[in-house]
């Protein structure tokens, strides 16, 4: 797989004024640059962290939203899907109750749904005691700067 790079410096003190905005202006210009990437590469970010952490995945691709957008093989075997909310507000109960039934449609183990901005109280209410996993912004700027080892974000980008 051929990987091109968009570096996001997250010590750039440029972040947006959303309400949604993390504290840590670093954080939040890495959310706002990821944000700004178009929707198919930003969901092969997704794969790339996916791929790094050595699991199989790749995007559904094509149009339509079948309430998943990638689908990864991990290493233990077992089939997961993962939804990618590249949004500015918060991702709600509805979206996790729709992936829901996309993960029991699929006959998928586990679900992640990530997403560059947060989630509501009754989205994390409801998603609690099943087998997704929910990922904030800064929880998924965090886990791309653990997985790259660097100060910067190379976000995996397929251009």
């Not at 750039?12 to 198919?40: C, F, G, M």
Request: with cysteine; proline share 5%; hydrophobic share 40%.
């Amino acid at each position: 797989m051929s990987w091109r790079f968009l570096t996001v410096n997250l010590f750039k003190r440029n972040p947006p004024t959303d309400e949604n905005t993390p504290a840590d202006p670093a954080v939040a210009h890495a959310l706002s640059q990821l944000i700004e990437l178009p929707r198919a590469e930003f969901e092969e970010v997704i794969v790339g962290l996916y791929c790094a952490l050595g699991h199989d995945a790749k995007r559904t691709g094509g149009p339509g939203d079948r309430a998943f957008d990638i689908v990864v093989v991990a290493k233990s075997g077992q089939h997961w899907i993962v939804q990618c909310k590249q949004w500015r507000g918060a991702v709600g109960e509805s979206v996790v109750r729709e992936f829901f039934d996309a993960m029991s449609r699929e006959h998928a183990a586990q679900g992640a749904i990530i997403t560059t901005t947060r989630f509501t109280p009754k989205a994390i209410q409801w998603a609690q005691g099943k087998l997704i996993h929910l990922y904030d912004g800064p929880a998924l700027v965090r886990t791309l700067q653990r997985i790259k080892g660097t100060t910067t974000l190379d976000t995996d980008a397929h251009r």
